[in-house]
């Protein structure tokens, strides 16, 4: 079960709930197994409280152990306790100034009535820039420090992935380690997506490289239909496609031993 | 949501599978909620791979920054990938050694069919106490170093809970911050623990200072009973006790709008 073998990627979750365990840090989860999948080698998480100071600990040490990259998630909203620019601007030695792109964005959430606790979430490091937040309204923030580029994203979970697959994914994939990729889709039929879950979930754990998304399809005369459709990496063209071909065949034959129809679609026209 | 204001204690997670996402970090909120309960402030988590260099750096950094407690889960296992005694050693730069009185323990579970792999999870920083295993096979190990109490557990959560709670809490208890403590037991009819699982989760999420573990106890009349015992700490009596309070009349008035009979039971003789 190893590490991928790419350039450093350190995590860094902010936030007191994770740490008297009040919430379960599944983002840090999410991103790992995110990262690794871009072909990112996930070299250490830092869990640190909503204070300023440890903060740019955590940031100033992930850059100094080497980490190419930085994924934080938490401490971006409005009120008094988060403190993530904060505490990374303290670690630059830079000023936390208005940004007024992220301004615009949260201006346009509120439809222009800002109060001063909104604008809290448009100050950042200067020189960074603001990621959009579909879902909710603390933009994200990207900056370059010492050779390191650095994501801040939200702690909710929803928006930490929106924002996460709309612009942190795509960025790193045009810049990363570019590791070869290849796919499937599934076609099952027969098996309501809750019963499917626990054999998705096997398959996951059977591969490090290999991703699984479901997507329903509703119904189809009276029959329950979800694409699953699989991506895996590789450091060759090869090993991806003999990664994607393991995991469908055992997706395949466990469904199938639970009364599904399953039927292998093309990808290209498919992709979601 | 704060900290608790006791004595710094630190959490390390060593496993790939946590930095890869292959498995959600449970075991780091539970030992935070523990430690919290215990008075301790927990001012950082760690996770790190499973490698010898990347695990001497997370000891090496949490006595650094002022851990008086440090406990780490994983990598105490019979394979080649289980390295947590070896990073700490190579941390404390002591001698990995030959623990008898862990062998002893190792021994008499595998009735003295003893492998290399089985005496390698007998090899300890010299100087480290056995921690006995009542669950699994591999002993926990215990050491000073530098002013710090460090405690080593394994990463499977059913034996990290039980050696947390024989072993690692009688100690910090006897050590610790003494926080003052309070508590109230609960009985509840006619509702069986699933569904009053969601009502004790919300609960828990009132409070940073309360634990509440739910005790089945089988049916009386045909009706589902189970104890609630509710624990809750404070910095005084008085405060400790009205958390106690405040969490009970919760409980009690929401499971009586779930048809519920909640009766108070005195916790002298019932403890569970």
Redesign the interface.
Same mark, same amino acid.
């Given at each position: 079960?190893?590490?991928?073998p790419g350039p450093e990627a350190w %995590?860094i979750?902010v936030g007191?709930?994770? %740490?008297?365990? +009040? *919430? *379960?840090? =599944?983002n840090?989860?999410? %991103?790992? @197994? @995110?990262l =690794?999948l871009l072909g990112y080698r !996930?070299? $250490?998480? %830092? !869990?640190?409280?909503d204070e300023v100071e440890?903060i740019a600990?955590a940031f100033r =040490?992930a850059v100094d +152990?080497g980490a190419k990259v930085i994924v934080s998630t938490g401490g971006l909203g409005p009120t008094f306790?988060d403190k993530t620019s904060e505490g990374l601007a303290v670690a630059m030695g830079v000023e936390l100034a208005l940004n007024e792109e992220a301004l615009k964005m949260i201006e346009e959430k509120y439809s222009g009535a800002l109060t001063e606790s909104r604008v809290k979430m448009a100050r950042m490091p200067r020189g960074a820039r603001p990621i959009p937040n579909p879902v909710g309204t603390a933009p994200g923030v990207e900056v370059e420090w010492r050779g390191a580029l650095i994501f801040l994203l939200p702690g909710v979970p929803a928006e930490m992935e929106a924002m996460f697959e709309r612009h942190v994914e795509p960025k790193l994939r045009s810049l990363g380690p570019r590791p070869h990729c290849a796919e499937a889709l599934l076609r099952v039929r027969g098996v309501p997506e809750s019963l499917l879950a626990p054999v998705v979930e096997e398959a996951?754990?059977l591969s $490090?490289l290999a991703y699984i998304k479901s997507h329903p399809r509703g119904s189809e005369l009276g029959q329950h239909v979800v694409d699953l459709h699989i991506t895996a990496y590789g450091s060759t063209a090869q090993s991806a496609e003999e990664e994607v071909e393991r995991i469908a065949s055992y997706l395949a034959r466990e469904l199938q031993r639970r009364g599904a129809q399953v039927s292998r679609a093309s990808c290209a026209g498919e992709m979601p």
């Open positions: 079960m190893g590490l991928a %995590l979750s007191n709930e994770l %740490l008297i365990g +009040r *919430v *379960v840090n =599944t840090m989860a999410w %991103l790992g @197994r @995110r =690794t !996930v070299g $250490a998480g %830092l !869990v640190v409280p440890a600990w =040490t +152990r306790d996951m754990k $490090a």
